[in-house]
C-alpha cells in the first residue's frame, strides 16, 4: 500500500459526522448489552440471533450490513463468514458472544463482545482476554501511532503469550457513514499507516490451541477518553 492508498483508506463519506459517528456506537454497545441479557440456558443459538434482530429493530436501528450474530459454544471458534453449526444449545456453563453490525440514520455501528454464563475458569480467562487484548492493543496504537499491519502482528504475539491463538480472518475493517464499502474495503491487518480514530473497527478473536471455545471483542479505534 503506497501512501496515497492510505490517504484515501482513511477517507470519510459526504455525511460523516463526528457526534452521528459517537452516537450510533454507543446506541450499539447498549443494544449488545439488551440482546445478551435475553440470552439464557437452554435457548437454541438460532433463536437468539432472531432476538437479537428484534432488539436492534425495537432500538430504532436497521439491520445493516453484516448479519446478526450471536454464537454459543463450539461456534465461538469459526470465522464469522463460516456459518454456525446449526441447533447448538447454550449449555448451564457456557460461553458466548455477540457481533451486530446496525445503521443508525446515516452511520454504521459495529461492536461485539463475549459472555459467559455459569461457571467456567477457563471461558471466564478467554472473554476476559478478548477483551484485555482488544485495550492492549487499542492502548499501543493510541501511544505509538503503529500501523494496523503492526498492531496485528502485535496482538498476535501477546495472544500467544496469553495462551491462546489469535484469529487472522478478523483482520478489523473501515466503519463510516453508510456503507464504509465505497470507501475503502481492506482491513485494519493490511493497513500500512497508522489508523485513525473513528474509522476503523478492532477485532480481537481468541481461540483455544484445541479449538474447543474461543472469545471475540470489537469496537471502534478511540482514544481512553471514550472506554472511562
Known sequence: MNASVGVLAQRVGPAFSVDGML?????????VQDIAARVVPGMVEEDAVEIGKKV????????????????????????????????????????????????????????????????????????????????????VWNKE???????????DKVAKSMGWE???????????????????TGSLASLETSPLP?????EIQVRDPQMRFGAFFEDMLLGDEYYA
Open 56 to 139: 436492534l429493530i425495537d432500538s430504532g436501528l436497521a439491520l445493516s450490513w453484516h448479519p446478526t450474530r450471536v454464537r454459543f459454544g463450539i461456534n465461538t471458534i469459526k470465522p464469522m463468514k463460516q456459518a454456525s453449526r446449526p441447533g447448538v444449545v447454550l449449555q448451564e456453563n457456557d460461553i458466548f458472544f455477540i457481533d451486530i453490525a446496525p445503521r443508525f440514520q446515516a452511520w454504521e455501528g459495529d461492536a461485539g463482545k463475549s459472555f459467559m454464563v455459569g461457571h467456567h475458569p477457563e471461558y471466564e480467562r478467554c472473554v476476559r482476554d478478548s477483551e484485555a487484548l482488544f485495550h492492549d492493543v487499542r492502548n
Open 166 to 184: 489469535l484469529n487472522f480472518d478478523l483482520p478489523g475493517h473501515r466503519l463510516s457513514d453508510f456503507p464504509h464499502a465505497a470507501i475503502h
Open 23 to 31: 452516537l450510533t456506537r454507543e446506541k450499539t454497545l447498549q443494544a
Open 145 to 155: 501511532k503503529l500501523s494496523g499491519q503492526a498492531l496485528y502482528a502485535y496482538a
Open 198 to 202: 473513528l474509522r476503523w473497527i478492532l
